[in-house]
């Protein structure tokens, strides 16, 4: 069972349109993490989100937190070649343990 | 700067031929990872130790061992390397315990090959 399920698992736009990427969930967590990962890299933070409602924007990124804290989007506009790379987003399941959501490959292309 | 380094970055190892991976940090974290990645797949935690503490995850396969000597290093050792333990193996540190917003800082991986 996937405790974090995201969407779209895969997209390819053409520069400088605009996407969003969801994270859901079933379960309540009490922070969400989005991290970007390029190939033969590890992941990189970008951002974490920790209040209900929450937005946080990362210059042309802008990450909302759920209301009910079981969900996050990540908007991108202007898409650049740049942001090519996996994005994945992780929350807490224990003191100790992060889990990753399945990850949404983006593709930008020039 | 590295803070988090990985070596090697590639691995080739034969079916069955043990195989140890490392992992060093300059940060002086407290808590290091080990995750694994299969390709177009969300990193698996393995296991993690809170300073000396080590704590496996219950479906980690006893295959799979590690070692912590110190603050900086932490080793990986998969006895009998099967053809499904290809994959990234990622380590990660923190400084204190994820649950208080902690931030993962990842090296670059070791992407392990079985023949």
């Known amino acids: 069972t996937q405790l974090l399920e995201q969407s779209p698992q895969f997209l390819s736009i053409q520069e400088g349109e605009n996407l969003t990427v969801y994270c859901n969930s079933s379960?309540?967590?009490?922070?969400l993490q989005w991290y970007r990962q390029e190939p033969g890299e590890g992941p990189v933070l970008l951002v974490t989100v920790v209040t209900g409602g929450e937005v946080k924007k990362l210059k042309r990124l802008t990450f909302q937190f759920g209301d009910a804290r079981k969900d996050s989007s990540l908007h991108i506009t202007a898409a650049q070649p740049g942001d090519t790379g996996l994005y994945l987003c992780?929350?807490?399941?224990?003191?100790?343990?992060?889990?990753f959501g399945s990850g949404t490959r983006l593709s930008i292309r020039p | 700067d590295a803070m988090v380094i990985q070596n090697p970055r590639y691995q080739v190892t034969q079916f069955g031929k043990p195989v140890t991976l490392s992992c060093s940090q300059t940060l002086n974290h407290n808590v290091m990872y080990w995750y694994q990645q299969k390709s177009s797949q969300a990193p698996k935690l393995l296991f993690h130790y809170y300073d000396k503490d080590f704590n496996n995850e219950a479906d980690t396969p006893d295959n799979f061992q590690s070692r912590r000597p110190n603050t900086s290093f932490c080793f990986l050792d998969i006895r009998s390397p099967g053809l499904g333990d290809a994959a990234m193996y990622l380590c990660?540190?923190?400084?204190?315990?994820?649950?208080?917003?902690?931030?993962?800082?990842f090296g670059s991986g070791t992407q392990l090959s079985v023949l």
């Open positions: 990660a540190t923190s400084v204190r315990k994820v649950a208080l917003n902690e931030k993962l800082f």
């Open positions: 379960s309540v967590f009490s922070s």
């Open positions: 992780a929350g807490p399941l224990s003191a100790s343990k992060i889990i």
